[in-house]
């Protein structure tokens, strides 16, 4: 059973230095990570998402991939306190076209600071 | 572009009353639909995935007798939730897919008193 972690638990960051959170995951075969955000008890909102070893950037917010490892980041590049939320990683394996089932980490609350 | 809709996005019962939820798929067409629940203090977790031409599958520690799930066509499932007692608070997510990636809705946040 995948088992999906994220660390740390809690950052809080100034405004403007950079942010970076980690997620390892157990299934090595899987092939679909996303980072989503959750404002208070909300839905989820999607930050970027990434499918191959290497890097991908969306904005601010950049996911670096490092399967061999289990190992997905984001790092949060010139955070503003609007950006304080809970942080999301998940991952899943899609096959032939059929839907995975996605495996959510426990979160990282992430508080900035002015 | 592509959007997922829930309804209702609060609801309070009485515990042992049922709650039904939406989930509404535009703009495009979702071949699967997954329900997920996101309980106090704790992490999302997947309460059962459907795929049209499929049966629904549901995980561990969820059945259809509590959580019956329809998924008539390609835009609409919903998911009820039968004698709600206080564990089974929290919020509901609609996770909904074409051929493409994962839509979420807001979510349905349900409080049992």
């Known amino acids: 059973q995948q088992k999906v972690q994220q660390s740390p638990e809690s950052l809080t960051v100034s405004e403007g230095a950079m942010a970076s959170l980690n997620c390892t995951f157990s299934?090595?075969?899987?092939?679909?990570f996303r980072w989503y955000r959750q404002h208070s008890a909300k839905g989820l909102e999607v930050l970027v998402s990434?499918?191959?070893?290497g890097e991908k950037e969306e904005g601010r917010f950049t996911a670096h991939l490092n399967r061999a490892n289990l190992h997905v980041s984001l790092h949060i590049r010139e955070p503003q306190p609007s950006d304080s939320a809970v942080y999301l990683c998940?991952?899943?394996?899609?096959?032939?076209?059929?839907?995975?089932?996605?495996?959510f980490g426990e979160g990282t609350q992430v508080t900035v600071i002015s | 572009g592509a959007l997922v809709y829930q309804y209702p996005r609060r609801t309070i019962c009485k515990s042992g009353t049922s709650m039904r939820m939406e989930c509404q798929a535009v703009?495009?067409?979702?071949?699967?639909v997954a329900w997920y629940r996101q309980s106090p203090q704790k992490t999302f977790e997947l309460i059962a995935l459907?795929?049209?031409?499929?049966?629904?599958?549901?995980e561990q520690n969820f059945t259809q007798e509590k959580f019956p799930i329809s998924h008539p066509n390609l835009s609409f499932s919903s998911m009820t939730v039968l004698n709600a007692y206080l564990e089974d608070r929290g919020l509901y997510l609609c996770?909904?897919?074409?051929?493409?990636?994962?839509?979420f809705g807001e979510g349905s946040k349900l409080t049992v008193l």
């Open positions: 998940a991952v899943s394996r899609r096959t032939g076209g059929l839907s995975g089932k996605l495996t």
């Open positions: 299934d090595g075969t899987s092939n679909n």
């Open positions: 990434i499918f191959s070893d």
């Open positions: 703009g495009f067409q979702a071949t699967s």
């Open positions: 459907s795929t049209v031409n499929s049966a629904i599958k549901y």
């Open positions: 996770g909904a897919r074409g051929t493409g990636q994962l839509y």
